[in-house]
């Protein structure tokens, strides 16, 4: 078999896909998108989709065929019929290249397809399934031999490809950071007009942006609250879902400083992105006190639009800040001490803050442009096409 420079179908597998909220289903977004420019017909298969269980539910975007599979409740059942619905789709389009996105998941039913169907396969590991999933013995298996058999492997953060190298036993793992593009996320005047709909107290505003849950360290955040109003009248500004679990450390700080309870301002994910760089551009700073992360899409987004950093080093993270220069980054073993921290950085010269928003800006321009990812993307294809001609000879 011949194999073309670049697949000429290519199926991409993922948990989740916009309007689904969170970093995954941007990311799977951007790659099929870059996908497509590099001249590739791609299909897109939803295997947690929302909807009755098990029914699949054709969608379109932007002339890439979205196919959303009901998510079923038995883990079992739910990859077989993913399996069943691939192989229908491979039947009609003739899939080159199945790209998983996110190892233990997708990436385990994309390996396992690929070599059914005959196909390279490429998974992309984003952070929770390296960092989670390795520690879960009923995951641990779909893991590892996914990252051991696929013809090729990237990795959002220079953590989590040492660790998959280590794990797998191979060398060839490509780091493919995330990117954002600085014309949609870009500095700005704050607009009166939603400080004033959000309902926005008067004083500086912190700023998170994410699912809110354990893993984004929210205890932290709310220190960091607290600490700031001791020095002067500081908001937080929640941008995205609250998680179940996060749910209750929120009442609970409700009931012991009920005074700062009207300072958390919590706004529904936005599903257009033009619109979401409105809210970064009330804050003074970004906050991202992680407890484990692979490379946090707001943290980007945020350098972006010049808004300054306050950060742990948790995955990908220190990937992005350089202490004082381009961010703040402290210890995500001592983050004990991260509200006095950010209460300090606050209360410096605003014209210091500014600069060091404005290095991350252009070091985001420079390193985690969208160009830079399609071009990261193009090599990784290249390389899978090439490793998996290889094994069938």
């Not at 951007?30 to 539910?57: C, D, K, Y």
């Not at 407890?291 to 945020?302: C, I, K, R, T």
């Not at 980054?329 to 605003?350: D, K, N, P, T, Y």
Request: aromatic share 8%; with cysteine; proline share 6%.
């Amino acid at each position: 078999m011949i194999f073309p420079t670049l697949p000429r179908s290519v199926l991409i597998l993922s948990d989740q896909y916009p309007p689904q909220p969170g970093g995954l289903a941007r990311s799977t977004q951007r790659f099929a998108r870059h996908a497509r420019t590099l001249g590739s017909e791609v299909t897109v298969l939803v295997t947690r989709g929302e909807g009755v269980p098990g029914a699949l539910l054709p969608t379109d975007d932007n002339e890439i065929p979205v196919y959303r599979l009901g998510l079923l409740r038995d883990p079992v059942d739910a990859r077989q019929r993913t399996v069943q619905v691939a192989q229908w789709l491979h039947s009609e389009r003739s899939f080159d290249l199945i790209h998983g996105q996110y190892a233990s998941t997708s990436g385990y039913l994309t390996v396992y397809l690929a070599r059914m169907l005959r196909a390279a396969s490429y998974v992309n590991i984003r952070g929770n399934d390296l960092d989670r999933d390795v520690h879960d013995a009923l995951k641990f298996g779909h893991l590892h031999w996914a990252l051991s058999n696929a013809d090729g492997v990237g990795a959002v953060s220079q953590a989590l490809k040492s660790q998959a190298e280590f794990l797998a036993d191979r060398v060839d793992i490509r780091y493919i950071p995330n990117s954002v593009d600085p014309e949609v996320f870009s500095p700005g005047t704050p607009d009166p007009a939603l400080r004033e709909a959000l309902g926005l107290p008067d004083g500086k505003v912190l700023g998170f942006t994410g699912e809110l849950r354990a893993k984004k360290g929210v205890e932290f955040l709310l220190d960091a609250l607290v600490e700031c109003n001791r020095e002067s009248p500081t908001n937080l500004l929640i941008l995205g879902a609250i998680r179940p679990e996060a749910q209750p450390l929120l009442e609970g700080f409700s009931v012991a400083e009920p005074q700062l309870a009207d300072r958390i301002c919590i706004a529904p994910y936005q599903h257009d992105l033009s619109n979401c760089a409105r809210y970064y551009r009330l804050m003074d700073l970004f906050l991202a006190p992680s407890l484990w992360e692979g490379m946090p899409n707001s943290v980007l987004e945020a350098m972006a639009c010049a808004l300054p950093v306050v950060a742990s080093d948790a995955g990908g993270i220190p990937d992005l800040l350089e202490h004082g220069e381009t961010g703040w980054m402290f210890s995500r073993h001592q983050l004990h001490e991260f509200g006095a921290s950010v209460r300090e950085i606050l209360s410096m010269e605003a014209g210091h803050r500014a600069a060091v928003g404005r290095a991350a800006r252009d070091f985001v321009v420079d390193r985690h442009s969208p160009q830079r990812e399609l071009e990261a993307l193009r090599e990784a294809y290249v390389d899978a096409l090439l490793a998996s001609r290889q094994i069938r000879l």
